[in-house]
């Protein structure tokens, strides 16, 4: 299910300067020195001294779009990481401009986004019970709603890990915060704690959660570099996380949502196992046509 990352290839050379490349550019530094020692130009001799192996690797600050990682240098491979450090942080390519401003909004339509979340229509709300009862959470234990928006999947997850656990309904947005603290209240999830968190940090203790759940939010991290570093943080040794998102088939996705989500699953999957996760399973529910299910765990 999971690629390799390609620039582990490159890396073994810049490791190992004595092999073949330094080689190939000998004939080009003797000539240059014959140069200098025959017709005493001093230039000669410094451009001996200073010219760039033929098949040295470019200049390491030069960027590549590597579908992988928009954001890492091409001359910068960025390994599997077991410590929480995620690639380098930058803002995704092909990700919209303002794409979390209508969440942001002082004035958001509270009741507009509860019909349009919370519809049958919706997919993932039509199938709610389903995805959490294949998550197969344990009572007693602690799972982040991140971007929780209106919490529907935080109020099935109160029920789920029942009176000892704890679900952190994760949100960004100032009137999705409001609206689930009311929630909350009005609904007594008893397990349930708001969280406020920002666009590079879920804002967890460390070791704190079991599952770390992320629904249609992925496509919308402004820095997932340092966004997953937090959540890979907050998660205990051996913890989960849960990426549900939409399939991008050119062809059979419709056109917003090509223009609406920045990179398919491969993509996707590729930058979570760089963050420090390996691919655990996934889970395929009948009825999710338009979206995929992907279980990652910590790598410890």
Same mark, same amino acid.
């Given at each position: 299910?999971?690629?390799?990352?390609?620039?582990?290839?490159?890396?073994?050379?810049?490791?190992?300067?004595?092999?073949?490349?330094?080689?190939?550019?000998i004939p080009a530094r003797i000539a240059a020195l014959f140069a200098a020692l025959l017709l005493g130009l001093p230039g000669a001799l410094q451009t001996a001294c200073t010219?760039?192996?033929?098949?040295?690797?470019?200049?390491? @600050? &030069?960027?590549?779009?590597?579908?992988?990682?928009?954001?890492?240098?091409?001359?910068?491979?960025?390994?599997?990481?077991?410590?929480?450090?995620?690639?380098?942080?930058? $803002?995704?390519?092909?990700?919209?401009?303002n794409?979390?401003?209508?969440?942001?909004?002082? =004035?958001?339509?509270?009741?507009?986004?509860?019909? $349009?979340?919370?519809?049958?229509?919706? &997919? #993932?709300?039509?199938? $709610?019970?389903?995805i959490v009862a294949a998550l197969g959470l344990a009572p007693g234990s602690a799972i982040a709603d991140i971007g929780a928006g209106t919490g529907f999947f935080t109020a099935l997850f109160d029920a789920a890990v029942g009176p000892g656990g +704890?679900?952190?309904?994760v949100e960004i947005s100032p009137g999705f915060l409001a609206h689930l603290r009311a929630r909350a209240k009005r609904e007594a999830l008893s397990s349930v704690e708001v969280v406020e968190g920002n666009e590079r940090s879920i804002e967890l203790p460390p &070791? @704190?959660?079991? #599952?770390?759940?992320?629904? =249609?939010?992925?496509?919308?991290?402004?820095?997932?570099?340092?966004?997953? &570093?937090?959540?890979?943080?907050?998660?205990?040794?051996?913890?989960?996380?849960?990426?549900? =998102?939409?399939? +991008?088939?050119?062809?059979?996705? @419709?056109?917003?949502?090509?223009?609406?989500?920045r990179a398919g699953r491969e993509v996707f999957s590729d930058e979570i196992v760089r963050?420090?996760?390996?691919? $655990? =399973?996934?889970?395929?529910?009948?009825?999710l046509e338009d979206n995929y299910i992907l279980r990652f765990t910590r790598a410890d």
């Open positions: 299910m999971h690629a390799v990352p390609k620039p582990q290839a490159r890396r073994s050379r810049r490791q190992h300067p004595l092999g073949a490349s330094i080689s190939a550019g010219t760039r192996d033929p098949q040295a690797p470019a200049d390491s @600050s &030069a960027s590549t779009s590597d579908s992988t990682s928009a954001s890492a240098p091409a001359s910068t491979p960025s390994p599997v990481s077991t410590s929480g450090e995620a690639p380098a942080a930058g $803002r995704p390519e092909g990700l919209p401009e794409i979390n401003a209508p969440f942001l909004a002082p =004035d958001l339509a509270i009741d507009d986004w509860i019909e $349009r979340f919370e519809g049958e229509s919706r &997919a #993932v709300y039509a199938h $709610r019970e389903a +704890r679900v952190h309904a &070791a @704190s959660i079991d #599952v770390a759940f992320l629904c =249609d939010v992925y496509h919308h991290f402004e820095h997932p570099a340092q966004t997953l &570093a937090s959540i890979r943080s907050a998660l205990r040794p051996g913890g989960t996380l849960v990426l549900i =998102d939409f399939e +991008r088939i050119p062809g059979v996705t @419709s056109a917003y949502l090509l223009g609406h989500v963050a420090g996760f390996r691919v $655990r =399973d996934e889970i395929e529910l009948e009825g």
